[in-house]
């Protein structure tokens, strides 16, 4: 079963709008840990922010908040005053407990094309 | 603050061929180490991840091996390429007492 599912594969926004990019996820462990990486045309995989299950309150990390809701195991990315280097891949990910090393499960994605 | 270092960067080998990506670690010691494949337009896939030297666990049955000879050193081999293992393959790194994932800059591979 998908354990990240991101239902957009892409989106719009234009240049200095905020975007709010939908990510759910499954899990029944307790211990888990939620990820957002950006992934620009070149490939590298950048880490944006991360939110532990446990944490109170959303993380935030300059332009980027993630908008934590853990009843409905949801995750959203929000990008404000959004810049054209943007534009790429961004990809939820999970890591749960300590299994698998810490290794994370990551959605399919969602493709941000910002416009002038 | 860690940095992943992996080559080549890109790699077009012929079906039936060898294969060995290599990838180093620097500013962390004792990290887990992870390879993960990206086939076109999709999410990453688990391949292997390592806690320690020698220590390596395969989450899929593959073409693929792993290897740690080195606490900082993490290789990914085959001895005969097939066309479905072509994609781009990243390196990752967790430093000791942190719980976030750091790419390397990834090695595309195409195989013909």
């Known amino acids: 079963a998908q354990k990240i599912t991101q239902t957009q594969p892409g989106m719009f926004v234009q240049e200095k709008e905020a975007v709010t990019l939908d990510c759910t996820y499954d899990t029944s462990d307790p211990s888990y840990g939620l990820f957002w990486y950006k992934q620009p045309s070149s490939g590298e995989m950048i880490f944006l922010i991360y939110q532990g299950s446990y944490d109170q309150q959303n993380a935030t990390e300059g332009r980027y908040s993630l908008n934590f809701q853990k009843a409905r195991k949801s995750a959203n990315l929000v990008i404000s005053a959004s810049q054209l280097g943007d534009s790429a891949m961004y990809f939820c990910?999970?890591?749960?407990?300590?299994?698998?090393?810490?290794?994370?499960?990551f959605g399919k994605g969602t493709s941000l094309l910002v416009t002038p | 603050s860690q940095t992943i270092h992996q080559w080549p960067a890109t790699l077009v080998q012929p079906v039936g061929s060898p294969l060995s990506l290599e990838c180093t670690v620097e500013?962390?010691?004792?990290?887990?180490l992870y390879w993960y494949r990206q086939a076109a337009g999709r999410g990453l896939q688990l391949l292997f991840y390592s806690v320690g030297i020698g220590q390596i666990s395969s989450e899929v049955p593959q073409n693929l091996s792993a290897s740690r000879p080195q606490d900082r050193q993490f290789i990914l081999s085959s001895k005969k390429l097939l066309l479905s293992d072509s994609g781009f393959y990243l390196c990752?790194?967790?430093?000791?007492?942190?719980?976030?994932?750091?790419f390397g800059p990834g090695t595309r591979l195409t195989v013909l």
């Open positions: 990752a790194a967790v430093g000791q007492g942190t719980d976030t994932q750091y």
């Open positions: 990910a999970m890591r749960e407990g300590l299994g698998s090393g810490y290794a994370l499960n």
């Open positions: 500013g962390t010691s004792n990290p887990n």
